[in-house]
């Protein structure tokens, strides 16, 4: 695999904030803390009700922000890429919008809306707009599975299922709700600080079961929405660490203040992809064809 797509296969991680050119192994990190085997005090659906009422409230987020990626090559090396810029919008439940930059020019542009997913791959020439359906993978030693809108579920901004699709869904671990789910999409656990219903942590299973991605959530910011007090406005997350194959490719997302005002205008927009390809005018389409 060329550098272009092993660079450009770790920024796809900070938007699928999942897996990219082929996953690998799956994490091989410190074992959890053991769940305790009394039953919970809350069932799912109490859980799942009071999760994504939150989730409810978040519905337009913008904000600005930087990340820093770090990765090994195939030789073994370790590499760092700070500050690079973000711009992230999100419209729940499925339209985003992420926007990577490097001293004022674009390399990355990526987003989703209902059925489908986009990104500007403009990192060197030829440039490219790559579109396909969420549920879609290229083949051979350049597949990558490019999914906008798990970034959603990394940040706990994604609805819980009405059927959580496990026999014991709720455990408690240490002072967190260790939620797990099963979709047709994703494999998903979710831990939960026990008082507050806020993720403090989310991971992604493999089809073996196996963690794929580990996503910590360290910080929070309060999203700031017009006529909403300050007391009554919604946390999002805002200090974001995930780590994809035990290290083989992390980042650090640092958001600045999210806010819900005055981005309506922009929505129209940045969820565009036919627009924005009159502005950044890749060089060629590649659409994703869905494996067999």
């Not at 020439?125 to 879609?136: I, M, N, Q």
């Not at 910080?219 to 999002?236: C, D, K, W, Y």
Request: aromatic share 6%; glycine share 6%.
């Amino acid at each position: 695999m060329n550098a272009r797509h092993v660079t450009s296969c770790l920024l796809f991680v900070l938007i699928a904030a999942i897996i990219g050119c082929d996953a690998g192994q799956p994490i091989e990190s410190q074992p959890a803390p053991p769940i305790v085997d009394a039953a919970p005090t809350v069932s799912y659906d109490d859980v799942r009700l009071a999760y994504n009422a939150r989730v409810d409230q978040l519905t337009e987020i913008y904000s600005r922000g930087v990340v820093e990626l770090k990765w090994r090559d195939e030789a073994g090396k370790q590499h760092v890429e700070p500050q690079v810029d973000l711009d992230m919008w999100i419209n729940l439940p499925r339209h985003t919008s992420f926007r990577l930059e490097k001293l004022g020019e674009v390399l990355l542009w990526a987003g989703s809306d209902a059925e489908r997913f986009w990104l500007f791959d403009m990192l060197e020439a030829p440039t490219a707009l790559v579109v396909g359906d969420h549920a879609s993978r290229g083949a051979g030693d350049e597949s990558l599975r490019i999914a906008p809108l798990l970034v959603l579920d990394m940040m706990g901004l994604a609805h819980l299922p009405d059927r959580a699709g496990v026999a014991k869904p709720v455990t408690m671990v240490d002072d967190s709700w260790r939620v797990e789910t099963v979709t047709d999409e994703r494999h998903l656990v979710i831990y939960l600080d026990a008082e507050t219903q806020r993720p403090r942590a989310v991971e992604l299973l493999g089809d073996d079961g196996q963690i794929r991605a580990r996503s910590i959530i360290s910080r929070e910011a309060r999203l700031e929405i017009r006529g909403v007090i300050s007391l009554n406005q919604p946390f999002v997350p805002s200090l974001i660490d995930i780590d994809v194959d035990d290290g083989a490719m992390s980042m650090k997302i640092a958001l600045g203040e999210p806010t819900a005002d005055g981005i309506e205008s922009e929505l129209n927009v940045v969820f565009d992809r036919n627009r924005l390809a009159q502005s950044l005018r890749p060089d060629e389409i590649v659409e994703i064809v869905p494996a067999p």
